[in-house]
């Protein structure tokens, strides 16, 4: 069946503009294809277009800024629904929550949020779409205070496979919400979360870098420090090879460095004497072991976190992996240095190790299907296949740099950091992702959306309705 004939008022086919539009991704490593495409601006185009979809028996999947292709299983025929919702965020200041039309982006989260004296649990860059962030557990540099930020949903707004609304909160099918925060998706169409929101007054944020030659001592100071450090601050240590393009400092690409980035919340005016005492604990020694070649760790307002990652804004290729450790020992700090460090030969343009802990590791009774993280430290590493780096030299040396890590991965990963989908995935157990799925299928029974969710669930995919 010629699928874009049979729609042709609701979906676009391949080579149209609005195909094109619909079907962006920010990782152009992963693009997707599917046979016919729409972008709803609306919460009546998306019913107007699960119904048309499910009435031609069309696998369904959606996305909206696309940072998750990768992640995923590829999109290759049946429809895809991008969400990019009109009506702008509704900040409630007194009940200190935001209601967020799926499409959004963090940044534009953190800007209606502000001027209240309030922020959210949001991802490192301005651009990234909050809905699949959130959904999929979101590793904040607010995380340590704050927890998951999946935590922070407390309702769903999903367009069901047969095209009716539906809105999932404690109160109306807590069930589906449940499943729905972390539980890997595939139910439906998002269109809207509310989420709670959190008092700031200042974060004292920021990165600062040094030659990679003094990587170890770098890496074991701050290792220390994040053993015992307060729960108000969340933060990564990255080894970088930054290219010389526009925007990345010269002394930055130079050659390998390394970074520890991240933030420390005050919450209220009285507690910005602290956030900097906390923040010059970790720097100061790090500073006294070598002087940074960028510092630009300073208090500002809760935007100033957005800057701190250096996330490149555009578009970009990108292969990479994610998985959890358990601790950081001495071995742990050679055997990551020895396979992402200077010397190493990594192909890899940045490989992180952020801090958990604190928050991360606390149930909450409140939460999803993936309330915590039982781990120390998550890992990403990526690169870009550019030049005479192929996408098969990135995966060897992801699988290089795992096996490297092995004695100390928990076999375990969250949602939002993976960046692989054929890469080892795990963030229930088993009596969770039973339960996840008979939601699934009360919610589908058809399996419409079946090929639209995260492999990290313990089991296999129903086959797609149709």
Known sequence: MNHHDVLPDLFAAPGAPEYEEATEVFNLAAPVRPDVAVTARSVAEVRAAVRAADEQGLPVRMHTTGHASGSRPRVAGGALIRTRLEGGVEVDARRRTARVPAGTTWGEVVAAAAPHGLAAPHGSAAHVGV??????????FYGRHTGLAANSVRAVELVRADGTLVRADEESDAELLWALRGGGGGFGVVTAVEIDLFPVAGVVTGAAYW???HARPLLRAWRDWSGNSPTHATT????????????????????????????VLAASPDEMPEARRQAEALLGPLRDLAAPLLDTWSLTDAAGVLDAHMDPAEPVPFVGDHFLLSELGDDAVDAFLGAVGEGSGSPLV?????????AFAEADPRGGALSLVDAAYAYMGSGPPFGPVTVADLERHCALVRAALGPWSTGTTVPSLVEGATSPQRHLDPAAAAAVDRVRQRIDPGGRFAGDFAPGVDRKPRCPAG
């Open 131 to 140: 809905v699949g962030y959130l959904l999929g557990g979101g590793v904040s």
């Open 211 to 213: 030659s990679a030659a």
């Open 236 to 263: 990564s240590f990255r080894v970088m090879n930054l290219p010389p393009v526009p925007g990345v400092p010269p002394a930055l690409a130079a050659g390998p460095v390394v970074c520890v980035d991240g933030a």
């Open 350 to 358: 940045v490989a992180t190790l952020r801090q958990l802990g604190g």
